[in-house]
C-alpha cells in the first residue's frame, strides 16, 4: 500500500501498529495495578468492622454476668442474635463491598491508562496540526484562489499551477515535475474543468515525497556510546535543539553529556552551558577559541569514562568561511573515529523552515562539507513554508529525523512522514478525497 492509501484511503483511520501496543501495554499495567493496597485497605476496614462487632459482643456478656438477675431467656436470645447472626451478614456485606471497590478502582486504573495513551497519541497530531497550521491553510488559500480563476484546463493553467507551487516552497523539482505530471494525466484522463484535477495533485505531491518508500527516519542509537554531531548555521536553532533532546533522551532514562565545540563564539559555549543547568545534564567545555577537535576527544573520554548513553556535540556554523569550517569538522570527525571508530553516529543538520529556499541552499552546502544523515527541522510552527520538507526529500534525498514544534521543553520529536503529510494536506481536498 503506498503513502497516499495509508493517508487518504479506507484505512487511514486505524489505529497505528505502535498505538495498538501502547495500548495493550496500558491495559496489562491496569490488570496489575496496586490492587495489593486496595485490598489491604479495606480489609483493614473489615478487620475493623469484626473488632467493633466483637466489643458488641462482650458488651452484652459482660452485662449479662453483671447482672444479678436471672438470665432470661430474652437476654440469652440477644447475645444468640449478636453471635450468630449478625458477624456473618456483616461479613458477606464487608466481602461484597470490598469486591464491589477492587472491581471499580481497577475499571478506573483501565480507564485512566488509557486516557493517558490516547492523550499521548493525540498530543503528537495535535503538535503537527497546530505547527503545520499555516503552512496548510496559506496553501489551501492559494489552490482555493487558483481554481477559483480557471473555468478550462489550459497551458496557462499549468504554468500558473507551477507558479503556485514554487512560491509554496516545495521547490522548483517539486513543482516542475508535478506539473508536468498533471499535464500528462490530464491528457490520459482528457480532464477539461480545473476540478477533476484536485485529487491528481494530492497524488502527484504525496508520490513525489514517497518516492522509493525508504524514509530512514529513525535516529541509530547504539548499544553503547550514540555519538551525535550537530551543524548548521548560527541562529536556525540548532544549540537549542541540543538542550531539548538532552532534556528528552534524560526524561527516557538515557544518561546523557554535551559538547560545547563551537569554541571561538563565547555565546555558543554559554548557551549550551545554560542548557546543561536548565535539563540537568554535564557540559564539557575548553577555553576560549581553544580547538574545536580537542573539546571533542575530552567530551568522548569522559563520555565513555562516565557510561553515557548519548553525547551531542555542538559545532561552529560560519558557513561563510567555507574552507576554514570544512577543515574544522573534519578534522572533529577524525578525533571521533579515533576514539569511537564507528562514530558520529548520526550527523544532524539544524534548518530554520522559516527561510525557504534559504533552508534547502544551506541544506546543499552543508553536505558538500560534511556527510550529513538527517535533518532537524526547527520553527516550523511559526512559519507557512512547511512545504520545504518535500523539495528536500525529492532534491537532496536527506531524511528529516527531528521536527520542532515550539518553544517548549518538549516541542521536539522524532519526525513521521505520514503524520506530517497528514497534517499538511489535511482538509484541503477533504470533499474530494472524503
Known amino acids: 500500500m503506498g503513502l497516499f492509501d495509508r ?24 490488570v496489575e495495578a496496586d490492587e495489593e493496597e486496595v485490598v489491604s485497605e479495606s480489609e483493614s476496614q473489615f478487620q475493623g ?12 456478656e459482660s452485662q449479662i454476668e453483671e447482672t444479678s438477675e436471672p438470665v432470661s431467656e430474652e437476654m440469652t436470645s440477644e447475645v444468640e442474635k449478636v453471635t450468630a447472626d449478625t458477624l456473618p451478614d456483616y461479613y458477606v456485606q464487608m466481602r461484597a463491598q470490598l469486591d464491589a471497590a477492587s472491581r471499580k478502582v481497577e475499571e478506573e486504573q483501565f480507564q485512566e491508562a488509557l486516557e493517558e495513551v490516547r492523550k499521548r497519541r493525540e498530543t503528537e497530531a495535535e503538535k503537527y496540526n497546530r505547527s503545520l497550521q499555516k503552512t496548510r491553510s496559506g496553501f489551501l488559500e492559494s489552490l482555493n484562489a487558483f481554481f477559483a480563476n480557471f473555468r478550462t484546463v489550459d497551458e496557462e493553467f499549468f504554468e500558473e499551477l507551477e507558479e503556485l507551487l514554487i512560491t509554496s516552497d516545495v521547490g522548483v523539482q517539486v513543482a516542475t ?10 491528457r490520459l484522463e482528457n480532464a477539461k474543468k480545473p476540478e477533476d484535477l484536485r485529487r491528481v495533485i494530492i ?30 548555521v ?17 526524561a527516557e532514562g538515557r544518561k546523557v553529556m554535551l559538547v560545547a565545540a563551537d569554541t571561538f563564539r563565547a555565546g555558543a559555549v554559554a548557551q549550551l552551558v545554560e542548557w546543561g543547568n536548565r535539563v540537568d545534564v554535564p557540559v564539557v567545555t575548553g577555553p576560549e577559541k581553544s580547538d574545536p577537535a580537542s573539546v571533542v576527544y575530552d567530551g568522548l573520554e569522559q563520555a565513555q569514562a562516565a557510561g553515557v548513553d548519548v553525547l551531542l556535540i555542538d559545532t561552529a556554523g560560519r558557513l561563510q568561511n567555507k574552507d576554514n569550517l570544512m577543515a574544522e569538522l573534519e578534522k572533529i570527525g577524525r578525533v571521533i573515529q579515533r576514539v569511537v571508530p564507528d562514530a558520529p553516529h548520526e550527523t544532524l543538520l539544524a534548518l530554520d523552515a522559516s527561510t525557504g529556499q534559504n533552508a534547502l541552499v544551506q541544506a546543499k552546502e552543508f553536505s558538500k562539507i560534511t556527510p550529513v544523515t538527517g535533518i532537524v527541522l526547527t520553527k516550523i510552527d511559526g512559519t507557512a513554508r512547511g512545504g520545504i520538507v518535500l523539495a528536500i526529500r525529492q532534491e537532496l534525498d536527506i531524511p528529516v529525523k527531528l521536527i520542532g514544534f515550539g518553544e ?5 520529536g522524532d519526525f513521521k512522514s505520514e503524520q506530517f503529510m497528514r497534517s499538511l494536506l489535511d482538509g484541503v481536498f477533504v470533499s474530494e478525497i472524503a
Request: charged share 35%; proline share 1%; no cysteine.
Open 49 to 60: 468492622g469484626l473488632e467493633e462487632e466483637s466489643a458488641s459482643t462482650n458488651l452484652v
Open 7 to 30: 493517508l487518504f484511503g479506507v484505512e487511514k483511520n486505524d489505529t497505528p501498529k505502535e498505538e495498538v501496543e501502547l495500548e495493550e501495554r496500558a491495559e496489562s499495567a491496569l
Open 234 to 250: 548560527n541562529g536556525v536553532g540548532k544549540t537549542t535543539s541540543i538542550g531539548k533532546l538532552a532534556y528528552r533522551y534524560k
Open 177 to 186: 515535475q508535478l506539473t508536468e505530471d498533471l499535464r500528462q494525466e490530464a
Open 203 to 232: 497524488e502527484k505531491l504525496v508520490d513525489i515525497y514517497d518516492k522509493d518508500g525508504h524514509y530512514e527516519e529513525e535516529i541509530q542509537f547504539q548499544d553503547g556510546l550514540t555519538v551525535m554531531l550537530f551543524v548548521g
Open 408 to 412: 517548549k521543553l518538549d516541542d521536539i
